[in-house]
């Protein structure tokens, strides 16, 4: 499993353009809402020095953008303990940050330990620069096999989830102008996450219908064939005026509408007595 990781972590990803993680960095901060999944916070920095190439500076030549994060003292990362160590609740927002940004990259080595004492580690998740794709079909997260991804919500985390503020999260994105497919995404992600929630499915379950059991390869996911349906339809419907407004992301889109009639009560519930 260890070597899959470090394969995974050397490939490059399907919807992250090269050079665009320190973006995606910020992003992912920004996004976790009141430190509710505890990423360190992120500010976007701009790098000027003589050892930089000149290749890799922004456009307006004013050095390379890049990210700087706050320091998290830790004791290690959550590959050198077994995930039984962990809590639920820290597994669970982890799990609900990284299905929102449909991360792509999520592994115990990107999660930093920290322990006080005698007290249960706690989980610090870093390393977003591979989250919020274009595509949908690189989705992975390995916690979605440890048991407390199993465990039911508690009233708390179904009442987090619930009040998520997709418009200022879009609004994040589009200051940081992220692509538009991405912001797009972000929106179908959690969604897919606040239906699938209501309906009482657990994190694993979830997981399973958004994720490919290979990322990027087989199948599609349950996740991916709803969005192809609601773009199919959407496509159809859409007349010109729709289709020169289509580089702007609105919540007022009828495709976000139509995804949700898609991802109705009914056909999770059947989803969730196969998984």
Request: with cysteine; hydrophobic share 40%.
């Amino acid at each position: 499993q260890q070597q899959q990781q470090q394969q995974q972590q050397q490939q490059p990803r399907l919807g992250i353009v090269p050079g665009t993680g320190a973006l995606r960095e910020v992003a992912a901060a920004r996004l976790d809402r009141g430190s509710w999944a505890s990423v360190p916070d992120t500010v976007l920095v701009r790098v000027a020095h003589p050892a930089v190439e000149h290749s890799m500076c922004t456009p307006d030549g004013r050095g390379l953008l890049a990210s700087l994060q706050r320091f998290v003292p830790n004791a290690c990362s959550a590959d050198d303990l077994s995930s039984s160590k962990f809590s639920v609740c820290d597994v669970q927002r982890v799990g609900v940050l990284d299905l929102r940004l449909l991360n792509t990259d999520r592994h115990g080595g990107n999660l930093l330990v920290q322990r006080a004492g005698e007290a249960e580690p706690r989980l610090h998740p870093i390393d977003h620069g591979l989250c919020l794709p274009t595509t949908l079909s690189e989705t992975y997260a390995e916690w979605q096999y440890w048991p407390q991804a199993s465990v039911p919500f508690d009233a708390a985390t179904l009442r987090y989830i619930a009040e998520l503020d997709l418009a200022a999260d879009l609004a994040t994105l589009q200051e940081l102008d992220l692509p538009v497919a991405a912001q797009r995404n972000l929106v179908l992600a959690t969604l897919f996450l606040q239906e699938a929630a209501r309906s009482g499915h657990s994190l694993a379950q979830i997981a399973n219908m958004m994720c490919r059991p290979c990322p990027g390869r087989g199948a599609p996911s349950l996740f991916e064939k709803l969005v192809a349906q609601a773009q199919e339809i959407d496509d159809d419907d859409e007349d010109e005026e729709e289709q020169q407004h289509r580089s702007v992301v609105s919540l007022e889109a009828p495709l976000f509408e139509r995804f949700r009639k898609l991802c109705s009560a009914t056909q999770l519930v059947q989803r969730r007595n196969t998984c």
